[in-house]
């Protein structure tokens, strides 16, 4: 019992506001404090409505000790683990992690990382004498599957050497956050190694701008080039090298970028084979300049001498996806000389706050056509963004015509010059049939020739399965009826589609023929003014429902933006009837309900409860306006909803809400 109450003062000290704590809860702080005293048995073996309860006092650590036993008695620890991430990031942001899993990967991510590096929070502050523990980093480097390169990571190499192993094992993307100068940050380069070529990442992020950085990745593990700028550094770097040591050292650092000089050969002194093709496109004369700082077998005698050297070579990793978050024109440059001869790559995402430049998209093509017209190339995923023009698009479409999957995001150019569609006209019957199965278009503006293009690719692609088209503004006086049409007659395998700030409200009689024709399971009409142009809101809103609950394939429904407001009780009507919608997602966020117009929408959902348990998004409404009766809603609807709820601040809203009137 005294053991209990200091824990209960403990809890006091820490949060005020709890001061007053059931009995119930005074327990659950003590078993969270003594668990260890307690014994994993004593925990496991309690009752599961007092382990549901207890789920929310315990530590990330006793969460992941306590899950697969857990799990075995068809207890889930999801909320747990949500409620972790609730405290981390405050009780006014929606958490929205649907499994267990990725709940608790989502945890251990953010986590590791700050007590990794020493980064601090407010959490970490509050939990850290649970945190900066060994078994902590252990549980976690278990788990995570992306892991940041961010300062350096000396502690990889000594102290902290058995995560290093553990990272390799579960690592599937790593992220180079921070630019590495490739002669002085030998560590950094090394851990890079170890999980690229020893490990199973297969993805790699770079959100830092580093052409240098970026031609070293990219060097073997797929491209046989090398730079300009990576090859002057290997120069430079021979240049000081004393070469005899490096004569001593030569049948040990076999593999990486030392390659066989002519000398060697002079004296039948083979080297062990790489499991990469050798680098054609350096000249036999620059061969024997290679760089000891860069060498992968170098790197692994240098910072792991114990484990003695290993059979052969160094492996070399296969990246399998590439995303660059900050790509600038010498980006363009190593990329668009390595791209041909990357056949393992994928997927390719590259992104820029500001728009290409024509000579950097259209290298970009001329280089995935050289690479398409190999058998060996996968590529079959690309992200660019942000192009200057919907113009580039078709560029890009006929360079690849194998892919499976494309986003693009388009900032129409106000200055400079323009490169014309070469078939704008409303149909080109020379296409080909393309094998898109998903197709995201994000652009500001349009003309309509360019949407006679975007509409002539969709008809194109009878294998779409996912639409994300947003932002798609057209001239005053045109109609989106041409887009919702062409979806109808040629797309009939959708299963996802998601309309983003595009005009609909004089489309009703198209989205209605697109439900009867398409089974969807997704469908998102955000910021679309549905309502904008509707004589009868009510009633169209009500054929709009009537034709949603024929779908018996839709899980997923959002309205967000749409100024629903006072006709939010119209979509109770989802679930009445015969055949009610099988919903589990509904999302009406941002739509000015106010709080008597959701608890009439609740008083009606509860005469028609969904049939199963619905995540209703209600982020971004007034409820300050009557915080009580806001309440009273969410009660009502605590029974068969699980509810997404953000605060709102009127004074601080209000304006940004009238300002898209």
């Not at 704590?21 to 078993?31: G, Q």
């Not at 090298?241 to 049948?251: E, M, T």
């Not at 706050?353 to 190999?374: C, N, P, Q």
């Amino acid at each position: 019992m005294l053991a209990m109450g200091d824990t209960a003062r403990k809890a006091d000290q820490i949060n005020r506001k709890d001061a007053c704590l059931t009995l119930k809860e005074i327990c659950f702080l003590a078993v969270r404090e003594h668990y260890a005293a307690l014994g994993f048995e004593a925990v496991i073996d309690l009752p599961t409505p007092l382990i549901k309860g207890l789920l929310l006092h315990l530590t990330v650590c006793q969460l992941d000790e306590l899950q697969p036993a857990l799990n075995k008695r068809g207890i889930s620890t999801h909320a747990g683990w949500i409620g972790v991430l609730q405290e981390m990031r405050g009780l006014n942001h929606a958490i929205n992690f649907h499994t267990e899993e990725e709940a608790k990967h989502e945890v251990m991510r953010i986590i590791f990382t700050l007590v990794f590096y020493g980064y601090t929070s407010q959490f970490v502050q509050k939990n850290i004498t649970h945190l900066n523990t060994p078994s902590f980093l252990l549980a976690a480097a278990k788990c995570i599957k992306y892991f940041l390169l961010d300062t350096p990571v000396e502690s990889l190499t000594s102290e902290r050497r058995h995560l290093l192993k553990l990272l390799e094992k579960g690592i599937r993307t790593v992220c180079v956050s921070k630019c590495m100068d490739l002669s002085d940050r030998k560590t950094d380069l090394y851990v890079l190694h170890r999980l690229l070529d020893h490990g199973v990442a297969k993805k790699v992020v770079i959100d830092v701008k580093c052409s240098l950085m970026l031609s070293w990745i990219l060097l073997n593990r797929g491209s046989q080039f090398v730079s300009p700028e990576l090859r002057s550094l290997m120069q430079r770097k021979m240049a000081t090298c004393n070469l005899q040591a490096y004569s001593a050292i030569a049948d040990r650092a076999s593999c990486g970028l030392c390659i066989k000089t002519a000398a060697s050969e002079d004296q039948d002194n083979h080297v062990v084979p790489c499991k990469r093709l050798k680098l054609d496109c350096v000249e036999e004369k620059e061969c024997g300049k290679a760089n000891l700082d860069v060498d992968l077998k170098f790197l692994c005698q240098t910072f792991a001498p114990r484990e003695g050297p290993s059979a052969g070579a160094c492996p070399w990793g296969q990246i399998e996806s590439l995303e660059i978050r900050k790509c600038v024109s010498d980006t363009f440059t190593v990329l668009n000389n390595a791209l041909p001869t990357c056949f393992f790559l994928r997927s390719l995402t590259l992104h820029s706050i500001t728009s290409f430049r024509d000579a950097d998209v259209l290298g970009l093509a001329k280089a995935l056509k050289t690479l398409t017209e190999s058998c060996r190339s996968s590529l079959t995923e690309l992200s660019v963004s942000v192009l200057p023009y919907a113009g580039l698009l078709e560029f890009l479409l006929d360079a690849n015509p194998h892919l499976t999957s494309l986003h693009v995001e388009i900032q129409t150019a106000m200055l400079g010059s323009r490169l014309l569609l070469r078939h704008p006209g409303a149909e080109d019957p020379d296409m080909p049939e393309l094998p898109l199965q998903k197709l995201s278009v994000k652009v500001a503006e349009l003309q309509l020739t360019d949407l006679h293009f975007i509409t002539n690719v969709l008809r194109h692609s009878p294998h779409l399965t996912s639409l994300h088209i947003a932002g798609m503004r057209l001239p005053t006086g045109s109609s989106q009826s041409l887009l919702l049409s062409t979806l109808s007659g040629s797309n009939q395998l959708l299963r996802s589609l998601h309309l983003e700030d595009v005009k609909l409200s004089d489309c009703l009689p198209e989205i209605l023929n697109l439900l009867r024709n398409c089974k969807l399971e997704e469908l998102r009409l955000n910021d679309c003014r549905l309502l904008e142009r509707w004589s009868d809101k009510q009633e169209s809103l009500h054929q709009l429902v009537c034709a949603l609950r024929t779908l018996p394939s839709l899980h997923t429904l959002s309205l967000a933006q749409n100024r629903i407001a006072k006709n939010v009780c119209v979509l109770a009507d989802l679930f009445s009837g015969p055949s009610p919608s099988p919903l589990k997602r509904l999302n009406i966020s941002s739509n000015f309900i106010l709080p008597a117009e959701l608890l009439e929408f609740s008083r009606r959902l509860r005469k028609h409860p969904p049939p199963q348990r619905l995540t209703l998004d209600l982020r971004k409404n007034p409820g300050d306006r009557d915080p009580d009766t806001w309440s009273s809603a969410l009660h009502r609807l605590q029974p068969f909803c699980v509810s997404l709820v953000e605060g709102w601040s009127s004074s601080n809203t209000m304006a940004d809400y009238i300002s898209n009137m």
